[in-house]
């Protein structure tokens, strides 16, 4: 049986799996955006049209770079899970875990997404 996670963990765990969804869904709308396009430009009559769908096609590259910086993102996250582990949660209810992800800042965010060590926030201890 495996140890229960921390408030904190279980949050991290479901960031993660939705920005799993996201690309997923991303990687399934550009794959249709694609298609699409290959289409139109296999039927262009002329060659104005052709040379459009072509750049429909070259700008859905978006999706590689967006795509890997999510998983940039998941994998942070998963390492601040495994980093939470070790830290004793009790007493910690959910609600003051929530509420302390919402008082940090971009910057503090950035930094966190980093690895970079990240101040207390106001009203955290």
Known sequence: MSTPKNPAQA???KA??????????????TLRIIQLAEYLESTALNNLTRQQAQKI????GFQDLTGQRIR???D???ATAEQ????????????AVEKTAEELNQEQINRLLAGEPVKAVKGSR
């Open 84 to 95: 939470l582990a070790g830290v004793d949660m009790t007493g910690v209810a959910p609600a």
């Open 72 to 74: 940039a993102v998941i």
């Open 16 to 29: 993660a799996k939705e920005l799993e969804k996201a690309i997923a869904f991303q990687e399934k709308g």
């Open 57 to 60: 096609i070259e700008t859905c």
């Open 11 to 13: 949050a991290l765990d």
């Open 76 to 78: 942070n996250l998963a």
